[in-house]
């Protein structure tokens, strides 16, 4: 690393030295017109890149519930599909026979039940015959006792046809949820992934008979080097981008509490503004998630325009006592338009961003007045100051 960073010094020193042995004959030259505009200082929040992935919330391979053969299979890979929606139908010939059986056994039921309070109210009413007659001299013991068994039979039998009716009634419905299996419906809305089941083909319980994916219920999966998911506290806004350099807002849902031990991540759930995007994304198309390394620092910037590149090395021309004076820098991320400097400005500082191309280091300068327009009126005076000094030249030639 010592080696390296020597290396790469010297190339600094070796491209300094160059730019510098042109600063003689340039200090001859007239004062070049050029736009500036000064270094700042602006809070940066100082992230590391991370691979991520779109995931879905609903991703389902729905089984047939019962061993029957597809009668009906309406869908087909690609198809999209609300909640409730039908996929296939099974042959439930046999299962709507099974209905019919089971409300003919509840109404059977219900009559038995009927008979049975009928039956007892009688012989409830013969009980109340003879306890009238106790005080009279028709009065039997006898038959007041036989009243009273008859009418304890007949309140038991009102029970046992109860206790009928609700097993008549517990049949039924478990044949009408027979029935509604036959039937295999989407349980969220989605896009058919993949068929698994044929016009024809017998099916058991559990089968597979389409995967469903849902592709509006997405979120991001990243797995983030654990020393830096302390950053990532759930509700905390996360920016991402996509390959299109597209840039999503996200917040931190949850992260996970396993660490992988071989890669030393945890995984981390995003969930994305989906409503800022022109296209929904597809289900495993990677992004890039900006995890915060550190707190948010005040740092450097120049405009993008003040950065040029001189045999490898970025460098930016600085106006000190009227002079260009070349500076190497060290980039950081951009910020906007403007990129941040880790080393070799300072804030304040007057930075050549229009004219920049033509200049030798240590040649005089003269900045360009700014004009009502702007920085593009800047760049139009700078342009033709640049071509009045050419004129110049040709005609001392």
Request: hydrophobic letters at 45%; glycine letters at 8%.
């Amino acid at each position: 690393m010592w080696i390296r960073c020597v290396a790469g010094t010297a190339r600094c020193l070796l491209v300094a030295g160059a730019l510098v042995w042109a600063t003689s004959p340039a200090s001859a030259q007239q004062a070049a017109v050029v736009g500036t505009d000064k270094v700042t200082a602006e809070a940066v929040d100082q992230t590391a890149p991370t691979i991520g992935r779109f995931v879905t919330l609903f991703e389902a391979v729905v089984p047939a519930l019962l061993a029957s053969h597809v009668t009906e299979i309406p869908v087909n890979i690609g198809d999209r599909l609300a909640a409730g929606d039908i996929i296939a139908v099974l042959d439930i010939d046999r299962l709507r026979w099974q209905v019919k059986q089971a409300k003919a056994s509840v109404a059977q039921s219900e009559a038995g039940l009927a008979v049975a309070r009928a039956r007892a109210e009688l012989a409830q009413r013969r009980l109340e015959r003879a306890e009238g007659l106790r005080e009279s001299t028709a009065f039997s013991q006898a038959q007041r006792d036989d009243a009273r068994g008859e009418a304890d039979i007949a309140a038991a039998q009102v029970q046992v046809a109860l206790a009928a009716l609700e097993e008549a009634n517990a049949r039924l419905d478990t044949a009408e949820d027979d029935f509604a299996r036959g039937t295999v419906v989407a349980p969220f809305d989605g896009v058919v992934e993949e068929r698994h089941a044929d016009l024809g083909e017998a099916v058991q319980p559990g089968g597979p008979v389409v995967t469903l994916v849902s592709e509006k219920a997405l979120e991001i999966e990243a797995d983030v080097p654990s020393q830096r998911v302390a950053a990532l506290n759930p509700g905390a806004s996360i920016e991402v981008t996509r390959a299109s350099g597209e840039a999503i807002g996200t917040t931190v849902r949850a992260v996970g509490t396993v660490e992988n031990p071989r890669t030393r991540t945890r995984r981390v759930r995003l969930v994305p503004e989906l409503a800022e995007l022109q296209h929904i994304p597809p289900i495993g198309e990677g992004v890039t998630v900006h995890v915060p390394i550190s707190d948010t620092a005040v740092l450097p910037t120049v405009h993008k325009d003040a950065i040029l590149q001189r045999r490898g090395i970025s460098v930016v021309y600085v106006v000190v006592d009227g002079k260009a004076e070349v500076r190497p820098v060290q980039l950081g991320d951009a910020v906007g338009d403007r990129f941040v400097v880790l080393s070799g400005v300072q804030p304040g500082e007057v930075a050549v961003v229009r004219g920049n191309e033509r200049l030798l280091p240590g040649q005089a300068v003269a900045v360009a007045p700014p004009a009502e327009g702007g920085q593009g009126d800047q760049s139009d005076a700078v342009a033709e100051a640049a071509a009045t000094s050419d004129d110049a030249k040709e005609s001392a030639q």
